[in-house]
């Protein structure tokens, strides 16, 4: 019985021997299972020698011998502290960056650095002390882009040897210190103040020019007006006159064509009524205008002191013969339309002026506009 015993025991312990081994063997070939991510590249050193790369997914190596070093392939951020940085013009001056690199060969990246983050991070305080320092701060505030490829091209020479590669690198801030920071402020109100004191002056002189041009148009425009004005009376003046002496012409053709007929009986009646009228008059002088010697004789013979006698015109032939054709005393009459047409020709005249007058002004206008569209000279640009 103790014999069967011991034989039972002897096989519990077998089986719990082999089951432990068979699970450690397990174990140890899981362990040498390895799963690469897609952004990362393996490196398989077995035994302290570097056996290749490992490709994402899936992969087994030797367990307990072998050593997998994970490498990341995306774009990395590092950011360089602030650090005070003493310019050209020895303005001091805070500044701090950021650099975006991405390892292209991950051997290098491993192998030939201890810590390609630290020394890059190193390598970009370093250098952008360098750049810094041979540009002024106005060069600073004004040229980053200048600032960041020349960065970026000494990294990325630098770091290629250790298979990383320089995407970019960005200056962040440009801090200068207290009192540098006061005197920018200064300057730049000051600047201010020129440039507002040059925009005043400016707007005066463009303000003065503008009421003088204004003033001479204003001019040009009252003078234009009297000027039409004193025409437009003229003419009437003159048309009037012309109207005027026509009347009186057509008057005397008419008393001339009246009187023509008349015999020297009739002029002696009408003297003597005139005579009549006279003395009926208020006046103590009469002044006579022909001899009274010659106005008794010619009654007497109106009464029949003597037989001679004047001839008479009566005929239209007569009085045209003795006094002329009315064409030849009265002159060419115009009629209405005669003169409609001539103040027409007026109006148009005074409209063509109108319009000259018009034109000016618009092109005084467009030359005071472009005027104004003008960069005021001496004026700069005034640091941010």
Known sequence: MQSIGLTTGAGETLVCLGIIVVAAIVFILISGVRIIQPWQQGLEIRLGQYKGRLDPGFNWVVPLITNVIKMDLRTQVLEIPKQEVITKDNSPTNVDAIVYIKVI?????????????????????????????????????YN??????RLRDILDKATDAWGVRVEAVE??????VGPVKAAMEEQTSAERRRRAAI??????????????????????LRAEGSRQS???????TRVSRILEMQGQAQAYRLLSLGAAPMDKKAITVL????LTKMANGQATKIIF???????????????????ETVGELGKATDVEQTVGKPEDVLGKIPNPDELRAEVEDIETQLKKDLEDTAKTTKDLKSKMKLDKQDKPEGIDEVPK
């Open 171 to 176: 200056i962040r801030e440009v801090d200068p």
């Open 289 to 307: 205008p022909f001899e009274l010697s010659k106005l008794i004789e010619q009654s007497a013979k109106y009464l029949g002191a003597t037989e």
């Open 105 to 141: 060969d991950p051997e290098k990246a491993y192998f030939e650095v201890t810590n390609y983050h630290l020394a890059t991070v190193a390598l970009a305080q370093t250098t952008l002390r360098s750049v810094i320092g041979d540009m002024e701060l106005d060069e600073i505030l």
């Open 271 to 274: 003297s003597l009524d005139t």
């Open 199 to 220: 925009l005043l002056a400016d707007g005066n002189k463009r303000s003065a020019i503008l009421e003088a041009e204004g003033a001479k148009q204003s001019m040009i």
């Open 230 to 236: 004193k025409i437009l009376e003229a003419e009437g």
């Open 144 to 149: 980053r882009d200048l600032i960041n490829n």
